[in-house]
């Protein structure tokens, strides 16, 4: 035992923070994502189960992209407007992780407290065929699990699922005391 | 902020996506196997059926005909790295036979933000490169065994890579097909 060890060692904080624009080829992570599937397929019995656990790998991711963005992007600064905070995932987020913006953000005409955020053709499902037997699954639930993650170690706790409906439709169900709280926030 | 190398066309991804995905995935073998030493062996299998399909990718995409011999193997793997990781590890320490080498990578997508805790020290985080490396060679009748010999995430200065040649298959039928 000894204590030199620990006091040599360069901790991933000693080091500047990338900037985050490395690139690695979309085989690559198209591969990794199918052995991921796989993975968690081998783990499940059901449809319902198998999206349980890519939704949890997916919010593992997002909960890591919380702090690397807002700082690299943002200086620092968190949002507080639920508005905003949407607007940064679909924007910011989406840019950074995808290459480009999500499709749409709209706001549910029937629930105050639920937005959709739309995609065409999600970047994981750009190479998965979903067999017949299993219509319903939608492996961009990983994708939801990272929007969930961001948008609730935010302070805007929420539920996010994804769902075959032009494209793939994430669903944004904010906790009904986010929406309540947001509203306070303007009548000041 | 448009950063042409990004575009979707390029069919690159952000590699922080593919680094944190890739974490994920470690940290929940984890979870699920709870022995290090299997976490390992899983991930060099996975990788093992990553580098079976991906190798067709890189045929295709480079046009390469048969190697001549281990050494232009050897190159051919560093255009991969290239090619899919975005790194350009360097092949060192042949042994005296020139059977065995070594790639050498300075820095490497797959570990970027990542440390691993005191407890986790014997897993073998970058095995995947080596199922990659071990797959893609036996679909061109390569057989080979990889290993990793240092690892930056246990305080080397590099991360290194050793493959070594075992044989060369012969064409065999796959089993139950003659």
């Known amino acids: 035992m000894s204590l030199s060890g620990r006091t ?58 919380i702090d690397l963005y807002f700082v690299r992007e943002r200086g620092g600064k968190r949002e507080i407007k639920l508005l905003n905070i949407l607007l940064f995932v679909k924007s910011t987020l989406w840019k950074t992780l995808f290459g480009r913006e999500a499709d749409k953000l709209e706001h549910s005409n029937d629930d105050e407290n639920t937005y959709y955020l739309m995609e065409k053709d999600p970047l994981v499902n750009k190479y998965i065929s979903v067999p017949r037997d299993k219509s319903s699954l939608n492996c961009a639930v990983f994708i939801a699990g990272i929007v969930e993650a961001v948008l609730t170690g935010t302070g805007f706790p929420a539920k996010v699922t994804a769902h075959w409906h032009k494209g793939t439709t994430y669903m944004v169900k904010f906790d009904e005391a986010v929406v309540a709280r947001d509203k306070h926030l303007e009548e000041k | 902020m448009s950063r042409s190398s ?32 299997d976490v390992s062996k899983q991930l060099e299998r996975l990788g093992y059926n990553m580098g079976v399909r991906l190798i067709e990718d890189f045929l295709a995409k480079t046009g390469t005909g048969r190697c001549l011999d281990l050494k232009d193997t050897a190159d051919k793997i560093q255009t991969a790295f290239r090619m899919y990781l975005g790194v350009q590890p360097n092949v060192t320490n042949w042994s005296p036979a020139g059977d065995e080498f070594s790639f050498m990578l300075d820095n490497n997508p797959l570990t970027e933000l990542v440390e691993l805790p005191d407890d986790l020290k014997g897993l073998r985080y970058c095995n995947i490169i080596c199922g990659v490396i071990r797959g893609a060679l036996e679909m061109v009748q390569l057989d080979v065994q990889s290993w990793i010999v240092q690892d930056q995430l246990r305080g080397d200065t590099s991360t290194e890579v050793r493959v070594k040649f075992i044989r060369r298959l012969e064409d065999a039928m796959p089993a139950g097909e003659d």
Do not use: W
Request: proline share 2%; hydrophobic share 35%.
């Open chain 2, 6 to 37: 990004t575009r979707f066309d390029t069919k690159k991804v952000n590699s922080e996506l593919v680094t944190l995905t890739y974490g994920a995935l470690v940290a929940q073998m984890i979870k699920d196997l709870d022995n290090t030493d």
């Open chain 1, 8 to 65: 040599n060692k360069t901790s991933i904080l000693d080091k500047p923070l990338s900037k985050g624009k490395g690139e690695v080829s979309l085989n690559c992570f198209a591969l990794l994502f199918s052995e991921i599937v796989q993975y968690c397929q081998n783990k499940s019995q059901t449809v319902p189960e198998l999206q349980n656990r890519l939704h949890e790998l997916g919010r593992k991711v997002g909960v890591k992209l």
